[in-house]
Structures are given as C-alpha cells and as structure tokens.
C-alpha cells in the first residue's frame, strides 16, 4: 500500500502557522500597552485633584465659571498633571527642562539658616551669588510658578483658551509643589535622617487613605482670594513654612516606622495596597502622630489650595478680569491632533489599536485542516 503522501501547506500559511506564538505574545502586549493606566503623580494625584478642586471653588464669578464646568474641570485635572508627565519623558533634554522646575532645595543652595532671610528672591541676583549650575540640582521651583503666572496673564490677555487651561495647569502645579515640604529640602526623601521614602508616604500612601479627611480639611477657613501685588515675594514666604513643617513631619513618621517595623522606602507597592497588615499600621500610627502635631501635612494642602486660588485671582485681575474665553490653535500649528485615540491623560496611537486590532484578527481566523 503507497504511503500517503503528506499534504503541504501554501508557504504563506506554514510562515503564519510558525509564527503564530510570537504574533499571540504581540497582540497581548499591544493590548496591554492600550490599558495601561497612567504612572502616579507628585503631591499625589489625588492630593492634586482635591487642591484644584478646591482652589477653584474659591475663586469668585465670573472667574470661577471659566473653569468650574464639568467638562472644563476635568481640563483643568489634565493639565495640573501634564508637569509631572512631562518629567517623566525619557528625552534628556524634556527632562532637564521640566525637573528642575517642581522644587527649591534651598538649604542645598546656601549655608544660611532658617528662615533664610537674605536668600534672594529675583532668580537674577541669586544666580549671581551662588552660579546658575547649583540650580539645576537645587531646583527653580518659585521662580518657575512666577514664569507659569506671567504665561498665564499673556494667554488671559490674548484670549486663548488652549493656553489659558495649559498655563493655568502649571501654576497650579508648581504653586502647590512649593507647599509641600519634601519639595523645598536637600532631605528631600528623609534619607538624611533615617526616614526615607517619607516622601511619597506622605503624598501619595496616607493620602490614598485618607482622601475623606483631607478633602474636608482644604475646605477649611475658606475664603474669597486676596490680591497678590508681589508673587514671588509671596512665594518664597510660603515656600519657607514649607521648610520649617519638616521637622513635625520626620518625628511623627520615626514613630510610626518603629512601631510598625516597617519601611515605606523598601514597600512602595503599598502605596494603594490597603491590604498589607504593616502598611496599615504604619500608616494609621503616621496619622495619628501627625494629628498629635496639628496636622501639618493637612496644613500644607489647606494652604496651597488658598494660595493657588490666589495666584489664579492675580492673574485674571491683571489681564483685565477677561469674561469670554476664545478658541485658540494648539501648539501643533492650528491642526487638531488626529494620530491618536484620546481617553482623559492617556494618548493611544492609532498605529498601535491598528496593530491590535490585526493581530486579535489573525488570532481568530478560522484555519483550514490539512
């Protein structure tokens, strides 16, 4: 009896039938690639939203409208945070630009105590006592929110509404980054005093788990906001404050890491896992302790959303209190991006759901038997 000769498949069909495996794995990671949720944020995205939202509440009409609208207010979200996605860009150039810009380790930069008196203000003058290098490392955080309120005045003057959601979202970032007290120290993290990882424990973990409790304590004292006839004097002032809530800050959390046995350094993964038993107590006695010491972390977003509320004030009143914003051409030229599928801070190109698209096809094409 002949032996059966064994049918051959098309060359075409046998290269797909080979690669079948890797075409499986890529649809996988373009799929992956499309859901994956934006990395967390300085201050904390949540911390973030409640100041903005708060800050907004505070303005008087007709300023308040221009962005207390719901779809207005997501705007404004989204471009309170683009600061911290645009530090996070792997090009060494963005990078340089923008991360300097959300922080002023100013005991970094002088030798002088505190409340560093004769630190000065104009960026001129304290580039030419101390050298334009050390600011690269010590940050330009005040005089970055001063750029971000004159941006801001231009775009309220002109009209533009692109601009104005874009220049309003910096100052309020880099306004309410000067108030937290991790931001303004070369102890930055607590490393220099046993504490680290402090930092991100306090902006993002304790808030996670509080969000209740701080957004009933930025809501405090609320009031309509005052004038500013000199910012960046005011910066600098409020920055200072920042600097002396440190020490509260490290002694409540020394506490609490020797209570709880546990590091926030060495489990960032509990940041948002409410879950972990340590995390729990550490956190709970970290509140605790800082309640015992007047809540000086609930302080500091109290008075940033005051202060930011301010800053927005100031620069609708010197643009002439506008009323009416315009539509203005984007960045690009005028053209309104069309590479990209937009779902809130998340841009998917349209090259990569085509991709996924076809390779899900290929996973589910019905296939011949031999």
Same mark, same amino acid.
């Given at each position: 009896?002949?032996?059966?000769?064994?049918?051959?498949?098309?060359?075409?069909?046998?290269?797909?039938?080979?690669?079948?495996? +890797?075409?499986?794995?890529?649809?996988?990671?373009?799929?992956?690639?499309?859901?994956?949720?934006?990395? +967390?944020?300085?201050?904390?995205?949540?911390?973030?939203?409640?100041?903005?939202?708060?800050?907004?509440?505070?303005?008087?009409?007709?300023?308040?409208?221009?962005?207390?609208?719901?779809?207005?207010?997501?705007?404004?979200?989204?471009?309170?945070?683009?600061?911290?996605?645009?530090?996070?860009?792997?090009?060494?150039?963005?990078?340089?630009?923008?991360?300097?810009?959300?922080?002023?380790?100013?005991?970094?930069?002088?030798?002088?105590?505190?409340?560093?008196?004769?630190?000065?203000?104009?960026?001129?003058?304290?580039?030419?006592?101390?050298?334009?290098?050390?600011?690269?490392?010590?940050?330009?955080?005040?005089?970055?929110?001063?750029?971000?309120?004159?941006?801001?005045?231009?775009?309220?003057?002109?009209?533009?509404?692109?601009?104005?959601?874009?220049?309003?979202?910096?100052?309020?970032?880099?306004?309410?980054?000067?108030?937290?007290?991790?931001?303004?120290?070369?102890?930055?993290?607590?490393?220099?005093?046993?504490?680290?990882?402090?930092?991100?424990?306090?902006?993002?973990?304790?808030?996670?788990?509080?969000?209740?409790?701080?957004?009933?304590?930025?809501?405090?004292?609320?009031?309509?906001?005052?004038?500013?006839?000199?910012?960046?004097?005011?910066?600098f002032d409020w920055l200072v404050v920042a600097w002396s809530r440190q020490k509260p800050i490290l002694e409540a959390d020394s506490i609490a890491r020797q209570k709880a046995n546990y590091n926030p350094w060495k489990n960032l993964a509990d940041l948002d896992n409410f879950d972990s038993p340590d995390a729990t107590t550490y956190?709970?006695?970290?509140?605790?302790?800082?309640?015992?010491?007047?809540?000086?972390?609930?302080?500091?977003?109290?008075?940033?959303?005051?202060?930011?509320?301010?800053?927005?004030?100031? +620069?609708?009143?010197?643009?002439?209190?506008?009323?009416?914003?315009?539509?203005?051409?984007?960045?690009?030229?005028?053209?309104?991006?069309?590479?990209?599928?937009?779902?809130?801070?998340?841009?998917?190109?349209?090259?990569?759901?085509?991709?996924?698209?076809?390779?899900?096809?290929?996973?589910?094409?019905?296939?011949?038997?031999?």
């Open positions: 009896m002949p032996t059966p000769t064994a049918r051959r498949e098309p060359l075409g069909r046998a290269t797909a039938r080979a690669c079948y495996p +890797a075409f499986l794995a890529l649809a996988g990671a373009a799929i992956v690639a499309l859901a994956a949720p934006p990395s +967390a944020l300085a201050w904390g995205d949540r911390a973030h939203a409640l100041i903005t939202d708060e800050a907004v509440e505070r303005l008087p009409e007709p300023l308040r409208s221009l962005f207390s609208g719901e779809a207005d207010l997501k705007r404004l979200h989204e471009a309170v945070l683009a600061p911290d996605t645009r530090r996070k860009k792997d090009t060494q150039p963005e990078w340089e630009e923008e991360h300097p810009k959300h922080f002023l380790d100013i005991d970094l930069v002088t030798a002088e105590p505190y409340p560093f008196k004769s630190f000065p203000h104009e960026r001129a003058a304290a580039e030419k006592q101390f050298g334009k290098d050390v600011f690269k490392t010590a940050g330009t955080v005040p005089w970055a929110s001063s750029d971000a309120l004159e941006a801001l005045v231009e775009a309220l003057t002109a009209g533009r509404t692109d601009d104005i959601f874009t220049r309003a979202g910096d100052l309020l970032h880099y306004g309410a980054d000067i108030h937290q007290p991790f931001h303004v120290s070369k102890n930055y993290d607590g490393k220099m005093t046993g504490n680290d990882g402090i930092h991100k424990a306090l902006e993002i973990g304790l808030v996670n788990r509080h969000v209740d409790f701080y957004k009933a304590e930025v809501r405090k004292d609320r009031h309509e906001p005052a004038y500013l006839a000199k910012p960046l004097d005011d910066l956190y709970a006695t970290l509140k605790q302790e800082l309640e015992a010491r007047g809540s000086p972390e609930a302080a500091a977003m109290r008075e940033a959303t005051g202060h930011i509320a301010e800053l927005l004030y100031t +620069a609708w009143v010197r643009a002439g209190k506008p009323l009416v914003l315009a539509p203005a051409p984007d960045a690009s030229g005028g053209v309104e991006r069309t590479d990209v599928l937009i779902f809130g801070t998340i841009h998917i190109p349209y090259w990569l759901i085509g991709l996924a698209a076809a390779l899900v096809v290929l996973l589910f094409w019905p296939r011949r038997r031999p």
